[in-house]
T-cell receptor, first 114, second 114 residues
């Protein structure tokens, strides 16, 4: 059981470039989330998907788009990267059944935009 | 909207002493409260959680208490050890527009001094 897998682990982009962060979970969870964590800061929700086929904005969605490709996969896209998007990005999933409500986080993607 | 306040932001204790971190939530419909530990450069990991129908839960040196009336919950770590040094996040789970969302506190940086 891999849990939540994120790729890539590290990425350096030039301002204006685009990229997609990939996330996949194998726990049959309905809900998936994307967070960013700036140095010394907490977790801020970018987008989430309560179930396959649905996505909603979190508190900091500007500059990002998401796709819930299927139940397992939830990708985050930066169309035109900016230095302000330099951060560590975490994907998470949660199950609402079987008494297990907690998040499982991926290992994170450290993104630097120069 | 929903809000979770976490205090203190930093906490230093001597090895062997106890540490207490407190969180207050705003949404009375919140029904699940997990705590996460994040070591430097790593992903947040669930360490303990409590549901709204329980007042206290203990797991070895870690305990969580919940006061639903006052809408606050606390993490207690006894006999602290250097490996307890990390950032701790509380969270509250609430139903918003038909979707469960987790609201995180801003984190507490715990330093255990040897």
């Amino acid at each position: 059981n891999a849990g939540v897998t994120q790729t890539p682990k590290f990425q350096v982009l030039k301002t204006g470039q685009s990229m997609t962060l990939q996330c996949a979970q194998d726990m049959n969870h309905n809900s998936m989330y994307w967070y960013r964590q700036d140095p010394g800061m907490g977790l801020r929700l970018i987008y989430y998907s309560a179930s396959e086929g649905t996505t909603d904005k979190g508190e900091v969605p500007n500059g990002y788009n998401v796709s819930r490709l299927n139940k397992r996969e939830f990708s985050l896209r930066l169309e035109s990267a900016a230095p302000s998007q330099t951060s560590v990005y975490f994907c998470a999933s949660s199950g609402e059944t079987g008494g297990n409500y907690g998040y499982t986080f991926g290992s994170g993607t450290r993104l630097t935009v120069v | 909207g929903e809000n979770v306040e976490q205090h203190p932001s930093t906490l230093s204790v001597q090895e062997g002493d106890s540490a207490v971190i407190k969180c207050t939530y705003s949404d009375s419909a919140s029904n699940y409260f997990p705590w996460y530990k994040q070591e430097l450069g790593k992903r947040p990991q669930l360490i303990i959680d409590i549901r709204s129908n329980v007042g206290e839960k203990k797991d070895q040196r870690i305990a969580v208490t919940l006061n639903k009336t006052a809408k606050h919950f606390s993490l207690h770590i006894t006999e602290t050890q250097p490996e307890d040094s990390a950032v701790y996040f509380c969270a509250a789970r609430a139903l918003t527009s038909g979707t469960y969302k987790y609201i995180f506190g801003t984190g507490t940086r715990l330093k255990v001094l040897a």
